[in-house]
């Protein structure tokens, strides 16, 4: 088990340092926006593979949680963006 938790922790900081590198350099807001609920996401599998590795399921409601405001702040964003061509 200690082996499997390794390569998903190894596989999951890999995803998060391709998905920061998407947000520091994406050309739009949307693709930023985009990127920053897939950082969100690896975050909320990170805490997913942590309890499921340890047994421990008080995480369970932080990920919930993290997944209701993540929804929330991006349908926000989304919502009220102003286009990237009109400065």
Request: proline share 2%.
């Amino acid at each position: 088990m200690t082996v499997v938790w390794y390569i998903v922790s190894a596989l999951l900081l890999i995803a998060a340092i391709l998905v920061t590198a998407r947000i520091l350099l994406g050309p739009t807001t949307l693709d930023r926006l985009v990127a920053l609920d897939a950082l969100i996401a690896v975050c909320m599998c990170g805490l997913a593979a942590w309890a499921a590795y340890s047994g421990d399921t008080t995480v369970v409601p932080g990920i919930v949680a993290l997944s209701l405001v993540s929804f929330v702040g991006s349908v926000a964003v989304a919502r009220f963006r102003v286009r990237d061509d009109q400065t």
